[in-house]
Each structure stands twice: as C-alpha cells, then as structure tokens.
C-alpha cells in the first residue's frame, strides 16, 4: 500500500509543530525549508489541516502554525481522512472495480481477507498518535546520539 504524498508531507510537518519543543508558531516557509518539503504544496495541505481544526494559524510577523489538538488526540486515521478523504485501500465489490473476478462477493476468500486487512490497518492507523509517534521520533534520536 502507498500513501500519498499529501499524506506524508502533512505527517512530516504535524510531526515537525508537536515535536518542536518551542511553543512559538511555526511558518509554512520555515517548515517547508527544515523538512524539505514544497513551500506550495505545504500551504495548500496546512489549509486542508485548518479547515478541519487539527492545526491553528496565528497571523503577524511572528505567526505561524502550531497545534489546535492535543497531540494524543490526532491519530494517523485522521490525518489520512483530511488528506486523502475516506479510508478505501481496495474494494472488489465497487462498482469501479467493474465485478472483474465474477465471483459472489460474499463467498470469495480474497474478499474476505480485503475486509480483514482493512479493518486491522484501520485500527492500527488509529491508535498511532502524534504523540505516539514523536515519542518514538525522540527516542531513535536519543538512541543515535548515545551510539556516536
């Protein structure tokens, strides 16, 4: 399974705002130039963010973004769902997928295991947090710097 990019980048950059240790907003621009990221292309994902109440914008020369949510309360699931929409890996029973196999939905084993796969990603996308997720980020860090 690949994910997108706007999925990715705004990973990276609600990473970036929950991992900073500095409480004072963060710019598109400064965000785009630390993580690498298209200047763009960020905007445009930060915006989706905003509109669903995941991140705030703090406007003035010293304004930026930071963080509407506690970060144990934005899973992996919902930063996918304001990126990419609904969570829908594969479906063989849509009507896109143009009932190719021919086979009874209900009795077909690769059915079967899309559901399943679906379902555990699903879960497993929801109970990773950016909170989860930076205190792992500090840890490899942490890790790195003991190793040197």
């Given at each position: 399974?690949?994910?997108?990019?706007?999925?990715?980048?705004?990973?990276?950059?609600?990473?970036?705002?929950?991992?900073?240790?500095?409480?004072?907003?963060?710019?598109?621009?400064?965000?785009?130039?630390?993580?690498?990221?298209?200047?763009?292309?960020?905007?445009?994902?930060?915006?989706?963010?905003?509109?669903r109440g995941v991140v705030r914008s703090i406007r003035g020369q010293?304004?930026?973004?930071?963080?509407?949510?506690?970060?144990?309360?934005?899973?992996?699931?919902?930063?996918?769902?304001?990126?990419?929409?609904?969570?829908?890996?594969?479906?063989?029973?849509?009507?896109?997928?143009?009932d190719r196999c021919g086979q009874n939905h209900n009795m077909c084993?690769?059915?079967?295991?899309?559901?399943?796969?679906?379902?555990?990603?699903k879960s497993l996308m929801k109970s990773y947090t950016l909170d989860?997720?930076?205190?792992?980020?500090?840890?490899?860090?942490?890790?790195?710097?003991?190793?040197?």
């Amino acid at each position: 399974m690949k994910f997108s990019a706007r999925f990715e980048y705004a990973l990276q950059a609600l990473l970036y705002l929950k991992c900073e240790p500095d409480e004072a907003p963060v710019s598109g621009r400064e965000m785009s130039e630390k993580l690498n990221l298209p200047y763009r292309f960020l905007e445009q994902i930060l915006s989706d963010l905003k509109k669903r109440g995941v991140v705030r914008s703090i406007r003035g020369q010293h304004g930026g973004y930071r963080l509407n949510l506690e970060p144990e309360e934005i899973s992996i699931f919902d930063i996918y769902e304001v990126t990419d929409g609904k969570f829908e890996p594969w479906d063989c029973s849509t009507a896109e997928s143009g009932d190719r196999c021919g086979q009874n939905h209900n009795m077909c084993v690769v059915n079967i295991f899309y559901s399943d796969f679906k379902s555990t990603f699903k879960s497993l996308m929801k109970s990773y947090t950016l909170d989860k997720l930076c205190s792992a980020a500090m840890k490899l860090k942490t890790e790195a710097i003991t190793a040197k």
